[in-house]
Every structure is written in C-alpha cells, then in structure tokens.
C-alpha cells in the first residue's frame, strides 16, 4: 500500500465478525506538503463486482474501512451497485443497481443505522449515475442501457420521500452522469453514444436544451422532431460509430455558481467549459488520458478530473485553467470522485482489475498528494460524501 501507513484491526458488525480491515494513516514522507486532517469525514463507495456497499471514514488517526452492508435481492446474480448520492440533509443514501434483468433499481437507506427503508424501486435498463435536487424531493437517474442496439435511453424522475418513478424521459443514446444545478432546476447528463450535453428541465420531466460536443462542432442542437435526441453532430443523423466519437463524453457537472458546466471529453482528453447564458463553448482544458467523471470544490477554485485510462487523478486551478496537480492512483481504472465540503479532500474510487479489491484513494486539495488508500470490494465505483465533523 503506497502512501500510508498502515494497521490490521478486525472489522464487526452486528456482533458479526467480517473478517480484518486496513486503517491507514498518512505517509510520514508528506507530512511536510500534507497537514494531517482537524475534522472526521465519512463517504459511501459501492463495490459493484460484490454487490456491497462501503462506508468510509478519514480524519486524524487516518482513513478507515468501518462497515460494509451487503445489497441486491438475488443472491445467485452480481446485481451491481453502480451509483451513489446522499441527501442533502445527510439522512439518505439512494444508490442504484445497474445489473437488471434487463432493468435495473433504485434503492434508499437511512444513514446512521444504514438500513433500507424504501425499494427497490424498478427503473429503466442499466440505471447508472444518480443525483438528488437541493430540495431534497427528486432523485434523477441516467438509464444507460448496455442491452442490446444503440437506442436512445431515457432518465428516470423518482419522487424521493416515497420513492417511485413519476416518468422516464428520453434522452439519447448511452447517457452517463446526472448532476442537479445549484438552484436545482436543471440536471446536466451527456450522451456517449451521441456526443451531446443535455439540460433537463427538473420541473417539467423534459428536455431543455441540447449542446453538441462533437470536436469542432461545439454549440447549440435545434430540436427536429422524434428524434431530436438521436442525430447528435453527425452529420448523416443517428447514432455515430465510435470511429466518429472525438470526444465521448462521460461526465457532466455544473460550477457552485451555476453560470457554467463542466463535461469530459473520455476519448478526447479534454474538458470543455459551456457557459449557461449564451450555451456556448467558453474554455477547453486539455488533460491527461481519458477524463471520466469530474466535480468543481465548493469553493469554486478548482475542478477534480479522475483519469480512468491514465491511472491517476488531474487538479485544474479554474481562474488560470491550468494544471495544477496530477497524482497517480494507488491501483488502475480510476471511477468517481466526491469531494469535501470544506474543499479539502477529494475522495476517489478506483475499480482496480479482475480479483484485485477496489480503493478509495484520499487526496489532499492543497498539496495535491495521495494521503491515503483503503482497500474495498471489486470494482469500486459510485462514491458519495456523506459529512464531516469537526473534532473538539
């Protein structure tokens, strides 16, 4: 384990003993870059190839693997838990499995004694990524269908408190991420098969606006009829060969301000910044290999970009649009990010490859270090920040 150190404590639950985790605690090697954390933060990571959930937690004493509840209701099927989000008001967590036959689910867990309390809610095929709106009264879920052909899928509009798909709108082909604007009418997705943005009206359960990510066709998309959400940029319409894709997009997150939105360019290696007002291409930032999920610090100074093929996690400063930082991961395939509300740490998942445990990897915003890494189930993936506390 590079980057910490590291102690074996004995993990029970339930006055069942799971078996041993790892506590690991900051390499003595940064302490003169990385200071050691004030406060205690917790995240939930799902292990999709075990069909467990993680919950996580970080602060002085180091970073702790401290329970792990299992999900899914056939225990003969990998069911996957794919996507994390946690309440606003830190009450819940919902989390989707994507590994449905064909549809997938939405589930919800009160936080605290981490028991399920609603679902599973069935949803569209694969639903993968997921947000909650601010009011904390809707969960928006991308559908991103891997069963058979390249056909538009659609997002799934849940009604959280009680936990029941009010509709499904339909998309495009493969969207991937949903991330809720500040004021939190407007959820953001892209299509990867279609190399667009999408704006859903969270009001109205409908598309709002379309952008085309397509290299040197960045702008605005005009609704045509049934299949508005199907031609992308192409310019023959329907769905591109991924020969066509310059940029095939795999995350979309708008800034704490809600003027702009991020979206990553996986092939392209590159992020685009589109301004909201005239939805038009403001920056481009170029990356490392392969950008695939991204999130912008509260405080706004700085965009986290995980790296999945390039095995590490990039810091773009926002007022300059450089590079700042660019740490490796402790293992390969890098997923999600969640960040801190403090802007201090960005919390990573890293799936890792065949039988090797997924990592939550721990980096420090200000040095840009790995401060810790803590073994988790295969395939780690959907990642959420639950809270922090300050230590007295």
Partial sequence: MRGVTARIHSLVVGGVLLGSILMAGPDPALAQTSSAPEADYWVWVGAESDDLIHRIRFGPDGAVMEKQVGVGVNPTETEGPHGLAVS???????????????????????????????????????????????????????????????????????????????????????????????????????????????????????????????????????????????????????????????????????????????????????????????????????????????????????????????????FIDLASGETVGRSETSTTVVHGVALSPDSRYAFVSVEGVGQEPGKVDIFDLESFQRVADVPVGRQASGIAFWKMEERP
């Fill in 88 to 314: 606003p008001d830190g009450r819940y967590l919902y989390m989707t499995t994507g590994h449905g036959t064909p549809d997938g689910m939405l589930w919800k867990y009160e936080l605290g004694p981490d028991t399920l309390v609603a679902g599973p809610t069935r949803l569209g095929q694969f639903p993968a990524s997921l947000d909650v709106t601010p009011d904390g009264l809707f969960v928006f879920v991308a559908n991103f269908n891997l069963h058979g052909q390249h056909v538009p899928s659609t997002m799934s509009a849940a009604y959280g408190p009680e936990l029941y798909e009010i509709e499904q709108i339909e998309l495009c082909v493969m969207p991937h991420g949903a991330r809720a604007s500040p004021s939190g009418n407007r959820i953001y997705t892209v299509c990867m098969m279609d190399e667009q943005l999408v704006e859903v009206d969270a009001g109205r359960f409908e598309v709002a606006r379309r952008f085309s990510v397509a290299e040197g066709s960045e702008g605005p998309i005009e609704e045509h009829g049934d299949h508005a959400g199907h031609h992308g940029a192409h310019p023959g319409g329907g769905v591109m060969s991924h020969d066509d894709l310059g940029c095939s997009p795999t995350w979309a997150s708008p800034h704490p301000e809600g003027d702009r939105v991020y979206v990553a360019c996986n092939r392209g290696d590159r992020i685009l910044e589109v301004d909201l007002a005239g939805w038009s291409l403001a920056r481009t930032f170029e990356t490392g290999r392969g950008p695939y999920n991204l999130e912008v610090t509260p405080d706004g100074r700085l965009l986290v970009v995980t790296l999945k093929q390039g095995n590490a996690v990039e």
